[in-house]
Nanobody, 126 residues
Framework: QVQLVESGGGLVQAGGSLRLSCAAS????????MAWFRQAPGKGREFAAA????????YYADSVKGRFTISRDSAKNTVYLQMNSLKPEDTAVYHC???????????????????WGQGTQVTVSS
């Protein structure tokens, strides 16, 4: 059974940092793109960042570009999201996702991803 388990969320003041982790089990995703999405209260799921299988291609939403960094450790089957200069509008549940297909480029669309974690809450206070 494939599982994605996020960790690292919490409460932080504006301007602070958090590092999210997403550990995959049940299969390896070393040849697959992975991504982070977020969902704020009362809003739909929003793309945050994506990374290619080798880590050489990364995409970011404009709202997080320059503040967030996605990375992966394929040996650990884990993807990370380093979040700096956090803002209250970053408050959301953050979900990691994995694509079961092998593609040349990672996708920004949630419908591309087949496996999802349960999410970790990030709350940024002003």
């Amino acid at each position: 059974q494939v599982q994605l388990v996020e960790s690292g969320g919490g409460l932080v003041q504006a301007g602070g940092s958090l590092r999210l982790s997403c550990a995959a089990s049940g299969r390896t995703f070393s040849s697959n793109a992975m991504a982070w999405f977020r969902q704020a209260p009362g809003k739909g799921r929003e793309f945050a960042a994506a990374i290619s299988s080798g880590g050489g291609i990364t995409y970011y939403a404009d709202s997080v570009k320059g503040r967030f960094t996605i990375s992966r450790d394929s040996a650990k089957n884990t993807v990370y999201l380093q979040m700096n200069s956090l803002k209250p509008e970053d408050t959301a549940v953050y979900h990691c996702a994995a694509d079961s297909r092998i593609r040349a480029y990672p996708s920004r669309s949630s419908i591309t991803y087949d496996y999802w974690g349960q999410g970790t809450q990030v709350t940024v206070s002003s």
